[in-house]
């Protein structure tokens, strides 16, 4: 059973950064696809950001591409989102997401398998 921890949420100014974490337990083989999600009160989850276990492909949501950046470091099971330039519209509970059956980067969650608890980004002055 695969399991997802998110860290690195808080409270931040606008304009300033945080660099959430997501790290995966558990039995991984193979190629698998890590997104990122986001869910505002009143709002539907948003797709932010997605890469293959490769890093080889990644995918942004326009409204934070070049500020987000996503990575992986496979030696430690971890996928970081680097958030720069934040806004207060990115406020969210945050959670990273692991599709190991379709394999496949996307910002459609559907297809992603195992999620994570969340983490809470506020991003307020």
Not at 1 to 26: D, H, M, N, T
Not at 100 to 108: E, G, M, V
């Given at each position: 059973?695969?399991?997802?921890?998110?860290?690195?949420?808080?409270?931040?100014?606008?304009?300033?950064?945080?660099?959430?974490?997501?790290?995966?337990?558990?039995f991984i083989s193979g190629y698998y696809a890590i997104g990122w999600f986001r869910q505002a009160p009143g709002k539907?989850?948003?797709?932010?950001?997605?890469?293959?276990?490769?890093?080889?492909?990644?995918?942004?949501?326009?409204?934070?591409?070049?500020?987000?950046?996503?990575?992986?470091?496979?030696?430690?099971?971890?996928?970081?989102?680097?958030?720069?330039?934040?806004?207060?519209?990115?406020?969210?509970?945050?959670?990273?997401?692991?599709?190991?059956?379709?394999?496949?980067?996307?910002?459609?969650?559907?297809?992603?398998?195992?999620?994570?608890?969340?983490t809470q980004v506020t991003v307020s002055s």
């Open positions: 059973q695969l399991q997802l921890v998110e860290s690195g949420g808080g409270l931040v100014q606008p304009g300033g950064s945080l660099r959430l974490s997501c790290a995966a337990s558990g539907e989850r948003e797709g932010v950001s997605c890469l293959s276990s490769t890093g080889g492909t990644t995918y942004y949501a326009d409204s934070v591409k070049g500020r987000f950046t996503i990575s992986i470091d496979n030696a430690k099971n971890t996928v970081y989102l680097q958030m720069n330039s934040l806004k207060p519209e990115d406020t969210a509970v945050y959670y990273c997401a692991a599709d190991l059956t379709f394999r496949r980067c996307t910002l459609n969650g559907g297809p992603y398998d195992y999620w994570g608890q969340g």
